[in-house]
């Protein structure tokens, strides 16, 4: 795929001009309809959201993985269209008991059940390409009146995959089986019940201009020309993990060439921050990457050639300290005052960027452990009395205060 919004003069676009490359050009999914954004009127597709019995709305999270675990932020709101679903008929009406498929707006992907058997069998799960699938991704939505409006309705698949229920399991999770052992296809029942909420593209398209700022900020590193993003500062919060983690990792993908474990392609040093710190690797498959590359999706990514091994530096001593030849040592530059010091016997170029995103999450502790590999490392801030003592995080082992040095474990 092309870098930039535009991949052709002929082509129409149907997303809004939002003066971001990193931002996708079809945000509604209108691509195969006659509809624009800019015209949502005149426009028949609909969009619905399912909220499961925990009152939470249904949503993929990391890797692809479905559960009822969108809830509304501290501001009494979430963006439409990241608990919003398509539905795009395959057979028959979807308010007479048609088949569709549920393509989620944010992601672009397509609500599947993966079938027994399968080490993830039962679970509900998004795929970029339905069609391999088959019949796992057809879904009827079940009204007790027809023509269905919305309101309590239970979703399950196609028969000829099993013709399960989407079931509410508790603690945010959703199954296809039912509620004892062994399992077996969940039927209709209390914890299958679906609030179905149905709209048109005006109201999307509302909603997706009052939150248009704040996404905007949460793409921001990826642009070229973007400052340095590294704190708890205004394009860092929990709508940015939570909600445009995936088209934040997309967009890297697409638009710099990343690929993840081969190379960053042309991110600047604040993407690369934010992939570390968004864990991208949990939201994007070898297929996604593929896809937003524009390659083969039935290829797969090059394999990462092995490190070139360096004969070790002859070792000095002095004042029982352990000094390395700097010419073979490499790192991102201090970043906001953190100098990062690292060893590692599997070395990577996105090695110092994990451990950046460790420091962002840690950047009030003066001198931290972290392990990577067989290497233990200890980050410093350059001003030891501006702290406070606390953890560091999962990687972090403790604090200490004193001279840097790295320590093999």
């Not at 498959?285 to 593929?290: A, G, I, K, L």
Request: aromatic content about 6%; hydrophobic content about 35%.
């Amino acid at each position: 795929m092309g870098r930039g919004r535009g991949r052709g003069s002929g082509r129409r676009h149907h997303g809004t001009s939002r003066g971001s490359k990193c931002d996708q050009d079809d945000p509604a999914r209108l691509s195969g309809t006659r509809c624009d954004l800019q015209n949502p009127g005149a426009c028949a597709v609909v969009y619905a959201i399912l909220r499961m019995a925990n009152g939470k709305y249904l949503a993929p999270g990391e890797h692809g993985l479905i559960g009822a675990s969108a809830a509304a932020d501290e501001r009494g709101g979430v963006p439409l269209d990241s608990v919003a679903w398509r539905v795009q008929e395959v057979s028959g009406s979807w308010d007479h008991s048609g088949w569709v498929r549920l393509q989620h707006l944010l992601s672009g992907k397509y609500l599947r059940l993966v079938v027994p058997p399968d080490p993830m069998e039962w679970t509900f799960t998004v795929e970029r390409e339905p069609e391999p699938h088959g019949k796992q991704t057809w879904f009827q939505i079940e009204c007790s009146r027809e023509p269905c409006s919305g309101g309590s309705v239970h979703v399950r698949v196609h028969p000829e995959a099993t013709g399960a229920h989407i079931n509410y399991r508790g603690a945010d999770l959703v199954r296809g089986h039912g509620d004892r052992q062994p399992w077996m296809p969940s039927s209709q029942s209390a914890s299958s019940l679906v609030r179905l909420e149905t709209f048109g593209l005006a109201r999307l398209a509302s909603d997706m201009a009052k939150w248009a700022p704040r996404r905007r900020a949460c793409l921001a590193p990826c642009e070229e020309a973007a400052d340095a993003v590294l704190g708890e500062g205004g394009s860092w919060d929990e709508v940015c993990a939570s909600v445009y983690a995936e088209p934040f990792c997309a967009a890297m993908v697409r638009v710099h060439g990343t690929r993840p474990a081969v190379t960053w392609g042309s991110a600047p040093a604040p993407a690369r921050m934010r992939w570390a710190r968004l864990g991208c690797q949990n939201y994007l498959s070898t297929q996604d990457v593929n896809a937003l590359a524009g390659l083969d999706v039935s290829r797969s990514v090059a394999q990462v050639p092995p490190p070139r091994r360096v004969p070790a530096a002859a070792p000095t001593r002095s004042g029982g300290g352990v000094s390395t030849d700097e010419a073979r040592m490499h790192c991102v530059q201090p970043t906001d005052g953190v100098l990062l010091l690292l060893v590692s016997d599997r070395p990577n170029q996105f090695l110092c960027h994990y451990f950046a995103a460790a420091m962002v999450r840690a950047h009030t502790i003066p001198l931290s452990f972290v392990a990577f590999g067989s290497a233990l490392v200890r980050m410093v801030r350059r001003n030891p009395h501006a702290h406070r003592s606390g953890s560091a995080g999962a990687a972090s082992g403790g604090v200490q205060r004193g001279p840097a040095e790295t320590h093999p474990v």
